[in-house]
């Protein structure tokens, strides 16, 4: 995510680095201390002990692969994992692209989830209870980043509709706001000042409820490698990337329309409606295309990154706002 006056993405890649040196050091240290235990213990297996935080077996990975929802095609072919996993934003972790390596601490679980305002229901669960409760599917969406580069990628998860329905809104909800865990020990760029965490992003309940709204734990038919936000985020197809929320912890169902993280930083830039539009340009540059990452090639873009059939008819009446930015 590019922003002006606080300049985040103005870092240079070295001012990163001190951090994830350190790291990367804890890692080795950590590493090290297992394979002394196991030798002492005499258990020594050389993949656990040179297991990382974020890679122990993921409980969910029975429920994988899931069926593909057919209703959902692409014009191009799925990204391959290879070029998709190494192109991410995840700020809490990094402001360069390549994510997964600064995540050593991330763990997905303990994961509890709340649901919390105004519902009948208001809850909070461990991540694997709320799987109990929804249905897996695959599909195959588009995703388009505000940068302007784009990929398509096979998700896995349950609509969001699904979970609004546990929660059940009372007649005053309007809107639900999420939020990412907040916790700097694990995200190391939690401690930068410059910017107001836990991430945040809101949705109108009609656009929580609309089909593609889809909280997304896996891709490519397995539990999603943490870069991608496990083990909860949201995919927002129609809308730029930054609504599609990751490490989702909280959802909370109001009547105030939520300030999202970007808006909150940046509100001339980032609005909160961010649906994909060609002709309405970022006040810095044109989103008339966009760069395929997984052949560099720029590709125009479509109108609510062609699916404006499903989510066109949430913004008819809405035309004085500001539903672009
Ligand atoms: N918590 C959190 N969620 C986030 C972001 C982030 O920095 N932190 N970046 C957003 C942006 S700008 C984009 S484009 C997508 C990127 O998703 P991907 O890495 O799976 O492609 O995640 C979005 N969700
Ligand atoms: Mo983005």
Redesign the pocket.
Known sequence: ?LIRSRRGWELPESAATPEDVYLNRRQAMGAGAMLLAGLGAGTLSSPAAAQRVGDVPDPSASLYPAPRNPRYTLERPVTPEAK?SL??????FSYGKV?GPSMTRFQRRPWLVKIDGLVEKPQEMGIDDLFKKVKFEERLYR?????AWS?A?PWTGFPMKDLVALAAPTSGAKYIKME?FLDPKVAPNQRDFRYTW??V?GLTLEEATNELAFLVTG?YGKPAPN???APL??VLPWK?????????VRFTFTDKQPVS??EQLQGSEYGFWANVNPKVPHPRWSQASEEDIATGERVPTVIFNGYGEYVADLYKGRETQKIWF
Not at 240 to 248: E, L
């Open positions: 995510m998709s192109v991410n934003n995840y700020y809490e994510v995703h388009r980043c505000v940068e990929m990628v990412t836990p991430y992003e891709v870069q991608f936000g985020r949201l730029y990337g930054f609504k599609s929320i990751k490490g989702i993280f970007w």
